[in-house]
């Protein structure tokens, strides 16, 4: 299944005011944003993926033109020649269009639609979320929902702010966090169909336009998760993830445990 990236971005919140490289490219551990969620995906065997690149689309055409397996793998250096022990991207189809320096999101979908219209249904994704939510069983309960044409991922939110409920008189009654308020976010990891281009116009918005639309007619499903899910939108946010890569707790990454059940198994 194709799995449509959006990478373009400026990331306001993420940049320095100096260099000009994207959000998604920003690391965690060794590799960008953008290589933890391709490897996700290619975890669960999804492995064909289209990059909607824009601002800063140079960098992420450079990160894959000159990958390094050796960066993330183990190997083998005997007489001066590298024998890798594993890999990373050798078995992957990587897609780059450079849909629009100050394309929204929808508008950026639109520009690959060529290359995913004819599939049964697709993937989409930020490429600046982390989560081990089950994409299969994501992907099982929208091929069930067959009068669905968009499902999202729907997550607790994680702002840190408190909600006040003001009575009479300007009195605060009570204040409640907001991640304890019955209310789900988007979480930026979504399964579509090609009637999804149905609902998008023109230089609109994925969210505000065709899901919006969609939720009215009864026609976006989502997958509800309370599992780990870490945005990357602001540098505290980045070095949150970065922190727990280097605690060793990386959730995000499943085949990490797959290696060592295979390990221990051996």
Same mark, same amino acid.
């Given at each position: 299944?194709?799995?449509?990236?959006?990478?373009?971005?400026?990331?306001?919140?993420?940049?320095?005011?100096?260099?000009?490289?994207?959000?998604?490219?920003?690391?965690? %551990?060794?590799?960008?944003?953008?290589?933890?969620?391709?490897?996700?995906?290619?975890?669960? %065997?999804?492995?064909?993926?289209?990059?909607?690149? %824009?601002?800063?689309?140079?960098?992420?055409?450079?990160?894959?033109?000159?990958?390094?397996?050796?960066?993330?793998?183990?190997?083998?250096?005997?007489? %001066?020649?590298?024998?890798?022990?594993?890999?990373?991207?050798?078995? &992957?189809?990587?897609?780059?269009?450079?849909?629009?320096?100050?394309?929204?999101?929808?508008?950026?979908?639109?520009?690959?639609?060529?290359?995913?219209?004819?599939?049964?249904?697709?993937?989409?994704?930020?490429?600046?979320?982390?989560?081990?939510?089950?994409?299969?069983?994501?992907?099982?309960?929208?091929?069930?929902?067959?009068?669905?044409?968009?499902?999202?991922?729907?997550?607790?939110?994680?702002?840190?702010?408190?909600?006040?409920?003001?009575?009479?008189?300007?009195?605060?009654?009570?204040?409640?966090?907001?991640?304890?308020?019955?209310?789900?976010?988007?979480?930026?990891?979504?399964?579509?169909? *090609?009637?999804?281009?149905?609902?998008? *116009?023109?230089?609109?918005?994925?969210?505000?336009?065709?899901?919006?639309?969609?939720?009215?007619?009864?026609?976006?499903?989502?997958? *509800?998760?309370?599992?780990? &899910?870490?945005?990357?939108?602001?540098?505290?946010?980045?070095?949150?993830?970065?922190?727990?890569?280097?605690?060793?707790?990386?959730? &995000?990454?499943?085949?990490?445990?797959?290696?060592?059940?295979?390990?221990?198994?051996?």
């Amino acid at each position: 299944m194709k799995v449509v990236l959006f990478c373009g971005g400026y990331g306001m919140r993420m940049r320095d005011g100096v260099s000009d490289t994207p959000k998604p490219m920003v690391p965690v %551990g060794p590799r960008p944003l953008i290589w933890h969620v391709m490897r996700y995906y290619a975890y669960y %065997g999804h492995t064909d993926f289209v990059l909607c690149l %824009g601002y800063g689309g140079r960098h992420i055409k450079d990160f894959f033109l000159n990958y390094t397996e050796t960066a993330s793998n183990d190997f083998v250096l005997h007489r %001066g020649q590298v024998h890798m022990l594993e890999t990373d991207i050798s078995d &992957w189809s990587i897609t780059f269009v450079d849909t629009g320096q100050d394309s929204a999101i929808g508008e950026r979908l639109r520009r690959v639609r060529h290359l995913v219209e004819s599939d049964e249904m697709f993937l989409a994704n930020y490429a600046d979320v982390l989560t081990d939510a089950p994409i299969d069983q994501m992907i099982t309960q929208f091929r069930a929902d067959t009068d669905a044409v968009a499902q999202l991922l729907a997550v607790p939110p994680q702002a840190a702010f408190h909600v006040v409920d003001m009575g009479n008189g300007n009195r605060v009654e009570a204040i409640t966090a907001l991640k304890e308020m019955p209310i789900q976010e988007n979480g930026g990891y979504l399964v579509l169909r *090609p009637e999804i281009f149905d609902y998008l *116009p023109e230089g609109g918005d994925l969210i505000g336009d065709a899901c919006t639309t969609l939720a009215k007619e009864g026609r976006l499903g989502a997958y *509800p998760y309370g599992g780990f &899910w870490q945005p990357a939108d602001t540098v505290k946010e980045r070095a949150v993830l970065e922190a727990l890569y280097q605690a060793g707790n990386t959730p &995000w990454m499943p085949w990490r445990a797959h290696r060592a059940r295979s390990i221990a198994g051996a």
